[in-house]
């Protein structure tokens, strides 16, 4: 048996494998390697994968429906579903990416696990950019997810709703989860925790958008991925009426002001940052914070890592990984 798990070579796609493959499972990762960021820390993720002997990799695209179909005789009975197009922001500027990654990619993985004969689960990953324009705070999984404030986030509830359609129509056991604002290290190039510590090293200015005056549910890779395999160990009961499909939040349920976040990267950096404050970016919202009620309760998610805790260890990664 197999668990497939797609955007392997991506920041939480990796650690999800590392995960698995320290449990004993059998992990196949696929990505499509693309230029959002610069590859070579893609093929740095993979490259600690290879030498696990219970690992594949396969650079596939999941908007190649005739590549995604290859998949099917190997064995595949879960999949745990993180290949994305990224970034609030970019979706500004390149809206196609985010058409053929998160909306097509989504079905052609949704119709691989349908053609699967012994499919057990499909967990996915969405997104706290669905709540978009949502004003109640915390965010809980049953407040409106109507009104996007970005692309991205209209996709990712876009995927919410097909995962729902074909739960409810081929008996698909499905699981989304909305992550909120991950860091760690192996992180993403575009995410703060990054931006900033590179800029604070090298000496030169961060931005801070809305005059920083922004809040983050700033959650740590090693409890998402935690999240992320209680989820995939915990299926919904595929038996009508019911359809068999959840959501839940991971977040790290305790949200941080931006300039709390700052010095923290200041603190573990050592260096005091210089500040530039800009106006809010369109697509941004003012807070993220996740009511995990729900992720606790079914899930047993309890997120135990401050930013005083997983910021010092993104830097002295980022230090180790940079030669810094």
């Not at 999800?16 to 230029?35: F, H, K, M, P, T």
């Not at 609030?88 to 809206?95: C, E």
């Not at 200015?205 to 995939?232: E, K, S, W």
């Not at 050592?270 to 807070?287: E, I, T, Y």
Request: proline share 7%; hydrophobic share 45%; glycine share 8%.
């Amino acid at each position: 048996m197999t668990i497939l798990v797609t955007g392997a070579a991506g920041f939480i796609g990796f650690h999800v494998a590392q995960a698995l493959l320290a449990r004993g499972e059998r992990v196949l990762g696929i990505d499509n390697l693309n230029s959002y960021y610069d590859p070579t820390l893609k093929h740095a993720r993979l490259a600690a994968l290879a030498p696990q002997p219970r690992f594949a990799f396969e650079a596939v695209d999941i908007a190649d429906r005739s590549a995604m179909e290859g998949l099917r005789p190997r064995g595949i009975t879960r999949i745990v579903h993180l290949a994305a197009q990224a970034g609030v922001r970019h979706s500004l500027v390149d809206p196609y990416a985010y058409v053929a990654a998160n909306l097509l990619g989504q079905v052609t993985v949704l119709e691989l696990a349908r053609a699967l004969p012994d499919f057990q689960h499909l967990v996915y990953a969405s997104s706290s950019s669905v709540y978009g324009l949502n004003e109640a705070s915390p965010f809980a999984v049953g407040d409106r997810t109507d009104r996007p404030a970005s692309l991205y986030g209209a996709t990712k509830k876009a995927d919410e709703l097909m995962g729902h359609a074909y739960a409810h129509l081929f008996r698909i056991p499905m699981t989304g989860l909305r992550f909120f604002t991950v860091y760690g290290p192996w992180g993403r190039p575009d995410m703060a925790a990054w931006l900033f510590t590179d800029a604070i090293l090298a000496g030169r200015p961060i931005t801070l958008f809305n005059q920083g005056q922004l809040q983050r549910d700033f959650t740590y890779i090693d409890d998402i991925v935690a999240g992320v395999l209680a989820a995939l160990d915990r299926p919904p009961a595929a038996t009508a009426p019911e359809v068999p499909v959840k959501v839940y939040n991971l977040g790290n349920n305790r949200p941080e002001p931006l300039s709390a976040f700052v010095s923290a990267v200041e603190a573990a950096c050592g260096v005091a940052a210089q500040v530039v404050l800009a106006p809010m970016q369109p697509g941004d919202v003012l807070a993220t914070a996740a009511d995990i009620t729900e992720s606790t309760r079914d899930l047993g998610f309890r997120p135990v890592t401050p930013i005083s805790v997983g910021i010092p260890r993104f830097v002295e990664w980022f230090r180790a990984y940079h030669q810094r």
